[in-house]
């Protein structure tokens, strides 16, 4: 019985690294699917993770219709036995009801990774209806961590080192520059206690959570 699976979790949490490891399972199997992306690190038409693995993958926008994507390729002989989709966080409200339709109505296995609430911990409208339609909903396994060394559980938009709490939901900032660009918007992930009290590792001045063995002799 294909369903529709939502995997959820923080910025590195590796959903990206999941995503691409269920593609190559399935491809393994003798089965064919299509990999859509959205604002990935990597550039457009791509879906990469933190551990160095990319593959090419379908660009996703406000205007995708997922449904008449798979009866295109379908009608011309293309095999889709299944969809990868990544960053559906910022997929719309009827972009996920058409892939909960591709589940039911074709049978096609869809595989969708996200995070769940925004900057401001509110729910991103794609996850939401995710969370609604979804056969099954994960939580992935792999913790993230705050600069304090609690699991991390929300996600923080800085500027200049500083979490802000207003603006678009939805601006491409850099994840792992450091230091960050003067004025630039940037992320981190943070426990709960210290994104209510908006304490980014800079503002904390958060060193290692390891500091470097002390040379010997």
């Not at 699976?5 to 089965?31: C, P, V, W």
């Not at 160095?52 to 379908?74: I, M, N, S, Y």
């Amino acid at each position: 019985m294909a369903e529709l699976a939502f995997f959820a979790g923080t910025m590195d949490s590796g959903k990206s690294t999941l995503a691409l490891q269920i593609d190559h399972n399935y491809r393994r199997r003798g089965l064919s699917g299509l990999i859509f992306s959205r604002n990935d690190r990597a550039g457009s038409g791509v879906l990469s993770s933190r551990l160095g693995l990319a593959v090419a993958a379908v660009e996703a926008d406000d205007a995708t219709d997922f449904w008449q994507e798979v009866v295109t390729r379908r009608t011309h002989g293309e095999r889709v036995d299944y969809l990868v989709c990544d960053e559906a966080q910022f997929y719309s409200v009827t972009q996920v009801e058409q892939l909960a339709r591709l589940v039911d109505d074709m049978g096609v296995d869809v595989f969708a990774f996200g995070i769940t609430t925004d900057f401001r911990t509110r729910l991103f409208p794609g996850s939401a209806r995710l969370l609604e339609l979804a056969d099954r909903v994960e939580q992935l396994q792999v913790q993230s961590l705050c600069w304090c060394g609690r699991r991390a559980t929300h996600n923080a938009r800085t500027v200049g080192g500083r979490m802000v709490t207003e603006g678009e939901q939805v601006v491409v900032g850099d994840t792992e520059a450091e230091p960050e660009p003067a004025g630039g918007v940037g992320y981190e992930v943070l426990c709960r206690r210290h994104h209510v009290r908006r304490e980014t590792a800079a503002v904390a001045g958060a060193a290692e959570l390891s500091p470097e063995t002390l040379p010997l002799g």
